[in-house]
């Protein structure tokens, strides 16, 4: 995985946690045990799905990075659809507080979205190679220097 990559995996993820975190704090006093686990449940759940989907991507856009933006929308969907399976598979069980899993996990997901797209427009990430235009000159030129 590219640095600048892994950067942003790691700059989504440490808030995503604290956030985890932080609902796990407010449920236990404010509904008990069950609530507990259903804020780690969620939370876990946006850590899981959402870094191993920037895993995926980077597998996918390593050799043609021309289908990146493809490959993401594909991505995001597939976590997306996995996350409402989960929500349905689980809508009617009494391991957890639903209601805090489910806030837990909105919220998750939505401090991941926002603190990747954070990493990623802070990323200095090049569009066009800088010396392109220099090898392209000289080639033309027909110098017969080699680089």
Partial sequence: ???TDARIL???AIPTAAAGIIAMAISF??????????ALFGALLVMAFFSFGQIALDR????????????ALLVY???????????AVFK????FNRQAFAFTLLGCALVWTGFQVRGAL???TFYVVPDASEKKDDKSSG?????
Avoid: F
Avoid at 77 to 87: K, M, N, R, S
């Fill in 122 to 124: 802070k990323a200095k």
């Fill in 143 to 147: 110098s017969g220097r080699q680089q």
């Fill in 10 to 12: 790691r700059g989504a």
């Fill in 29 to 38: 006093p404010v509904a008990g045990g069950k609530a507990l686990l259903g």
């Fill in 92 to 95: 009617d069980t009494e391991l």
């Fill in 1 to 3: 995985m590219p640095s």
């Fill in 60 to 71: 996918l856009t390593r050799s043609n990075p021309q289908i990146m933006m493809a490959a």
């Fill in 77 to 87: 969907t597939t976590q997306i659809l996995l996350v409402g399976i989960v929500l």
